[in-house]
């Protein structure tokens, strides 16, 4: 029988949903249903396309208590800004979880997958930043690098932030747009090693395939969440810092050990036993420990059907509805 699918944009997305407290819950409930054990979230289905610039993953996962599901198409083509187009765009779509059918399709060119990232990263800064950060840092100069930040803020309400990047000229936009928030004060650094050493929370969003942090820099009292690496053969971190860390967190291991910061980390000899996952240190209300802690987010499909379901329930009659 016929049935109605919602059909939304980016434009009405971005009407509906700020990123907000009520954005970085929804998304800590995704990390928490997954130490339960019982969500079904199978392996991302990744495409790397070198002569594209570019790369295509799929996420999906079914959280029980959820009405729906999101099955997600993320591109990301990194020669696009030349073109002026945005380097990651995608869509995603919610099933209901009771039969299947198709309740909504978010045409959202990334927006939705930028929002939960970003809401990942509050939620480790809400679990494993210092009680007390003055000086914020971030690794990265695009849309995430500026939404890390201000995510951040929710949970830390730093005035002062350090930006690095490998163009000087795109650090100097992006110091720019995050000192128009109230109260922020936005500065380019002149090396990721000035970040890392100042700040107490460190942010790095690149697709980086070789270094950028390194073990000397590392202090105690610092987060460092690390959200660049998604696929095989990137990496943001050395594996000497990953291994120097009093702590080192992942969102979900089968994902980092095969295509986060500690796919690089193993194959160099280094952290062999399996840690633990950001998820459990919620669910069991643990204290952060002292010291320096490394949160290795490579994305998870269970974001994707938090922030999904968190979407249609705030769109009211918002968007386009057609019977199929």
């Known amino acids: ?120 990263g509050a939620v480790a800064a809400r679990h494993l930043a210092p009680a007390q950060v003055s000086v914020a840092g971030v690794l990265g100069t695009g849309v995430q690098a500026r939404m890390q930040i201000r995510a951040a ?13 490998r163009n000087p000229d795109h650090a100097a936009a992006c110091a720019a747009d995050l000192s128009q928030d109230p109260g922020l004060t936005a500065r380019v650094a002149g090396s990721a090693e000035d970040v890392v050493r100042r700040a107490q929370l460190v942010v790095t969003t690149t697709p980086a395939r070789s270094p950028l942090v390194r073990a000397e820099w590392l202090h105690p009292d610092l987060l460092i969440t690390a959200m660049g690496s998604d696929q095989p053969g990137k990496g943001e971190i050395a594996p000497q810092a990953l291994a120097a860390a009093d702590l080192y967190v992942c969102d979900r291991f089968s994902q980092c050990e095969t295509s986060g910061e500690l796919e690089a980390a193993r194959a160099a000899g280094l952290m062999p036993d399996t840690p633990p996952e950001l998820g459990q240190l919620i669910a069991r209300a643990l204290p952060r420990p002292p010291g320096c802690v490394i949160c290795d987010l490579t994305g998870t499909g269970a974001q994707d059907t938090a922030i999904a379901s968190h979407a249609l329930g705030l769109l009211g009659d918002a968007g386009t509805v057609i019977r199929a």
């Open 153 to 165: 803020r929710l949970e830390r309400p730093f005035d002062d932030v350090l930006i690095w990047g």
């Open 1 to 120: 029988m016929p049935h109605d699918i919602r059909i939304l944009t980016e434009v009405e997305l971005r009407a509906a949903l700020p990123l907000d407290r009520a954005a970085v819950d929804v998304v800590e409930t995704a990390f928490a249903a997954l130490a339960r054990g019982d969500v079904v979230m199978p392996p991302i289905l990744s495409m790397d396309l070198p002569q594209a610039n570019g790369e295509v993953d799929v996420k999906t996962a079914y959280i029980p208590g959820f009405d729906g599901f999101a099955i997600k198409v993320s591109p990301g083509f990194f020669d696009n800004p030349a073109l002026g187009l945005p380097s990651l765009n995608g869509l995603m779509v919610l099933l209901s979880a009771q039969t299947g059918l198709v309740q909504a399709v978010f045409l959202d060119n990334g927006y939705l997958t930028d929002l939960r990232t970003a809401a990942a």
